[in-house]
């Protein structure tokens, strides 16, 4: 089984190529589209996934702090679901960062100069040069900004990535195959089972946070755990009996949670 990354530039033909090796591979691909499907499968609410994708820092500036997070939260909850599988072909959406410790998983980064994907999107898309330009810069500065201002990320640090290729030089025929050719590679690992279940928990500890986040629990004042697949473990501090029902009612409703054990401690007023 293979479980691959790809970051691409617009005009680079990156998504060209993924769908390609994903259909190659007889693996599943998930763009955009199939992300916020992912989203819908486990739980969330349609209002939560429409804006599932990569967005420029002004996107957040509109956001509440806590809006902001529960975003994160959602977007990583995602990735780390269905990197769990095994096996696809995920496009984006800060994976290369968010699955960076996975070794069972492939990182390609797909590039061409600026001056090549202008020509490309000229062609493909019969736009004016100029257009075509301004869309590029406007693109490449959303993405950057993303990673950057998510997971301070530098979208160019090439410790990301186990395989960069450039389109302009190999051709995308080429580059899907390389790709291919690397994700058979015995140097490639299939995801043992210690790294599935992994990512399982971590998708579950990003929806308890996201959940916390939109009903506005403080998330300074509790530790989550999940220290198996199903089991979420809160301990941490309140004033208020209510409180902490509300919390555990809040936890016990999201969807792949069958066990919740808690150490929360009541304090006195003025303690937290």
């Not at 259909?23 to 739980?43: F, N, T, W």
């Not at 140097?187 to 990512?199: P, V």
Request: glycine share 6%; with cysteine; charged share 25%.
């Amino acid at each position: 089984m293979s479980f691959i990354t790809i970051s691409c530039s617009m005009g680079s033909d990156g998504a060209r190529i993924a769908s390609f090796v994903a259909k190659e591979l007889k693996i599943d691909l998930y763009d955009d589209s199939r992300l916020q499907q992912e989203a819908l499968r486990l739980g969330f609410r349609p209002d939560e996934v429409g804006g599932l994708d990569e967005k420029a820092p002004g996107f957040f500036d509109r956001l509440r702090d806590n809006q902001f997070r529960a975003y994160l939260d959602l977007m990583e909850s995602v990735v780390y679901e269905v990197a769990r599988h095994g096996n696809g072909v995920i496009v984006g959406h800060g994976s290369q960062f968010l699955l960076r410790d996975f070794n069972c998983a492939l990182h390609v980064r797909i590039y061409a100069s600026e001056a090549s994907r202008i020509q490309r999107l000229i062609h493909d898309r019969h736009l004016k040069e100029d257009t075509a330009k301004k869309l590029i810069h406007k693109n490449d500065q959303a993405h950057r900004g993303f990673l950057r201002f998510a997971f301070h990320m530098d979208w160019d640090d090439p410790s990301l990535y186990d395989l960069v290729i450039n389109t302009e030089k190999v051709g995308s025929d080429k580059a899907a195959n390389l790709v291919i050719a690397a994700a058979q590679s015995d140097k490639i690992q299939t995801c043992s089972m210690t790294a599935l279940e992994s990512m399982e928990r971590l998708s579950l500890l990003k929806k308890v946070e996201a959940a916390f986040l939109q009903n506005d629990i403080t998330l300074l004042h509790y530790t989550i755990e999940v220290p198996k697949k199903g089991t979420v473990y809160i301990s941490g501090f309140t004033q208020f009996a209510e409180e902490k029902n509300r919390v555990l009612n809040v936890v016990k409703k999201i969807p792949g949670i069958s066990r919740v054990d808690d150490n929360i401690v009541e304090v006195p007023p003025g303690m937290l």
